[in-house]
């Protein structure tokens, strides 16, 4: 699996960015995707996921500002971000999720991330 995450940059708070997430070599196991983000001195955070039904989630300090969408025919992933707030600089990774045995989603394969910076 190939992930490659691109439309990171830097914006003022209140801006917006969407970033993009194009993958290549999902297998059968594959049941969605996911971005996470990683802030300085911090551990890395699940900020959505979607699943290929289209089923999303969020973490609660993006919910109503981040969307998070796909476009299942040229595999790519999206999340656009509105009304950014300085909390919100981070790396930017996108994940590939396969399903266990036992049923579990997980996230298996990652991008190599895209930075993120809001200033005030």
């Known amino acids: 699996v190939q992930l490659v995450e691109s439309g990171g940059g830097s914006v003022e708070a209140g801006g917006s960015l969407r970033l993009s997430c194009l993958a290549s070599?999902?297998?059968?196991?594959?049941?969605?995707m996911a971005w996470y983000r990683q802030a300085p001195g911090k551990e890395r955070e699940l900020v959505s996921s979607i699943s290929n039904e289209g089923a999303t989630t969020y973490t609660d300090s993006v919910k109503g500002r981040f969307t998070i969408s796909q476009d299942n025919d040229k595999k790519v992933m999206y999340l656009q971000m509105n009304s950014l707030k300085t909390e919100d600089t981070a790396v930017y990774y996108c994940?590939?999720?396969?399903?266990?045995?036992?049923?579990?989603?997980?996230?298996?394969?990652w991008g190599q991330g895209t930075q993120v910076t809001v200033s005030s």
């Open positions: 070599g999902l297998g059968f196991s594959s049941c969605g």
């Open positions: 994940a590939a999720r396969i399903v266990l045995r036992n049923g579990t989603c997980v996230s298996a394969s």
